[in-house]
């Protein structure tokens, strides 16, 4: 009997040890990490008299992950973290202009990178495929995939956007935009990060327009039909400070209208 409660003394007093003990960048074990963008082209849609879309592949990642047993008095968080790094979205109407989405903070270098997050989730992603929530005390692992997809599905009008009229005078669309996303375990107690993956892609986009032609044939793609493929970094990377919070991307871009001639304007302001 006595050996029993020995042998049964030992298993709680591991348990307790698993339970009390700091969880580290060793102990969480990530397999399957994906990272692609669908090989496909950019679709462009010419079904509106005012403005042309364009749908691009998605960016998608994934990941499954063993995490160990989390201590009592802890909450993790384990997910995706995306922050721009790097702009440029013209829009060009003949030698009239361009408009541009621009983010005045990266454009001018005040920021090494802005918040990609939903707008709620800070610093996150997103928060349903994009994060899982593990409260201590767990007993044993805990096992999940998390996973994100991005793409852009923006519109773009036919007519200079700071005028009256509706003539369709766009020629050319150009877009070249960089990301960083992390693959991050964070304690919501400590707020300890703990890195576990870094990966780069970039989407570019080139659209030649002929507005004399009619709706439905004026547009076609230029350049890469294909994307690039994303890279999984070897070495960690560090998240900069503005990647974590507000503002995100789409609250912090302006348009502005940049004509060949006078000065530039702000269409839309940020949020």
Known sequence: PSSSVGSLGAAEARL???????????????????????????????NSPIVLRYKTPYFKASARIVMPPVPR???????WIQACTQMEFY????????????????????VRAISDSDGVSYPWYGNTTETVTIVGPTSKPSRFIVSMNDNFYPSVTWAVPVSESNTPLLTNIKRDQSFTTWLVALNTTTKEK?????????MRVDIVVDPCLPLGSRSRLVGRVHQDQP?????????????????????????MWRPRR??????????
């Open 194 to 202: 703990i890195l576990l993956h870094t990966i780069k892609w970039r």
């Open 16 to 46: 307790a040890l698993a339970l009390f003990s700091r969880i580290k960048r060793e102990s969480i074990v990530v397999y399957d990490l994906s990272a692609t963008i669908d090989h496909c082209p950019t679709v462009i849609e010419e």
């Open 73 to 79: 008095s802890e909450t993790w968080v384990v997910g």
């Open 91 to 110: 829009n060009v109407y003949g030698d009239i202009g361009m408009s541009s989405w621009e983010l005045p903070h990266l454009r001018d270098g005040l």
């Open 231 to 255: 890279r999984v970094l070897s070495r960690m990377e560090a998240i900069p400070p503005n990647a974590m919070g507000r503002p995100n991307a789409n609250d912090a871009q302006v348009l």
């Open 262 to 271: 006078g000065h530039p304007l702000v269409v839309i302001p940020p949020k």
